[in-house]
C-alpha cells in the first residue's frame, strides 16, 4: 500500500539555525499538509498545500515557516530560526482530493528536538 | 471556539472484550467527522469518516456512531485485540476548509 515517507526521522538543531523537514506524499495525491504534536497534546494543523501554493494556514505557521514542493515528489517544511518551543513531532499528510470527506494519509513523522 | 474533546483518557481492558469510546465536539459549520488510531511513534491511520448525514460507520471491528445533534460521536470495538493497543483520536473537519480539528486522543491498552 502507497506510503507517505518522511526524513529524517528524528532532527536535532541549535537554537536558531534553519531546518528543514522532508516528505514524500503518495504519488497520485494532489493535496498535502503539516501537523505538529507537541509532547503530550494535541495534533495541530499547521498548513495545506495545493497547486503551488498555500491553500489554508493556521495562526501556528507564521512568518519563521515555510513550505514548498520542490518537484514532483517532495514536499518541505523550513523553519527559518528554530525556537525552543519549536521541538515537536511534525507530520505530513496527504491526500487525493481536497474535498472533506477525503482521508488524509499520514507519515510516520519526524521528531524535531531544538537545543 | 472550535474544540474536540474525547473520554475517557486512557482505558485499560482484557483481551477480547468490548469497549467504547466518546467524543464530543463544539466544531461548526460542521463538515465530517473521523477516528484515527495512532500507534506508539508512528502516524495517525484514518479508520472511519462519517458526514453529518450518516449515523453509522464500521471498518472491521471498529464501529463509529455520529449524532449530528447533540454533536456527539463514539468508536465501539469489538472483540479488542492486543493489536488494538494505541491511542485513538477523534477529528473533525469544519466545511471552511480542509483543516483537521484533532481531539487528545484516548489511550487504550488491551492486556492479555
Redesign the interface.
Not at chain 2, 476548509?97 to 486522543?105: E, N, Q, R, V, W
Given at each position: 500500500e502507497p506510503e507517505v515517507t518522511q526524513t529524517p526521522s528524528h532532527q536535532v538543531t541549535q537554537m536558531g539555525q534553519e531546518v528543514i523537514l522532508r516528505c514524500v506524499p503518495i504519488s497520485n495525491h494532489l493535496y498535502f499538509y503539516w501537523y505538529r504534536q507537541i509532547l503530550g497534546q494535541k495534533v495541530e494543523f499547521l498548513v495545506s498545500f495545493y497547486n503551488n501554493e498555500i491553500s489554508e494556514k493556521s495562526e501556528i505557521f507564521d512568518d519563521q515557516f515555510s513550505v514548498e514542493r520542490p518537484d514532483g515528489s517532495n514536499f518541505t517544511l523550513k523553519i527559518r530560526s528554530t525556537k525552543l518551543e519549536d521541538s515537536a513531532m511534525y507530520f505530513c499528510a496527504s491526500s487525493d482530493w481536497g474535498i472533506s470527506n477525503q482521508p488524509q494519509h499520514f507519515g510516520d513523522g519526524t521528531r524535531l528536538s531544538i537545543l | 471556539k472550535n474544540q474536540v474533546e474525547q473520554s475517557p483518557q486512557s482505558l485499560i481492558i482484557l483481551e477480547g472484550k468490548n469497549c467504547t469510546l466518546q467524543c464530543n465536539y463544539t466544531v461548526s459549520p460542521f463538515?465530517?467527522l473521523?477516528w484515527y488510531k495512532q500507534d506508539t511513534?508512528?502516524?495517525?491511520?484514518?479508520l472511519t469518516?462519517m458526514?453529518f448525514s450518516e449515523n453509522t460507520k464500521s471498518n472491521g471491528r471498529y464501529t463509529a456512531t455520529l449524532d449530528a445533534d447533540t454533536k456527539q460521536s463514539s468508536l465501539h470495538i469489538t472483540a479488542s485485540q492486543l493489536s488494538d493497543s494505541a491511542s485513538y483520536?477523534c477529528v473533525v473537519?469544519g466545511?471552511a476548509?480542509?483543516?483537521?480539528?484533532?481531539?487528545?486522543?484516548t489511550t487504550l491498552s488491551v492486556s492479555s
Open positions: - | 463538515s465530517n473521523r511513534g508512528r502516524g495517525p491511520v484514518s469518516i458526514t483520536i473537519s466545511q476548509g480542509t483543516a483537521l480539528i484533532f481531539g487528545k486522543g
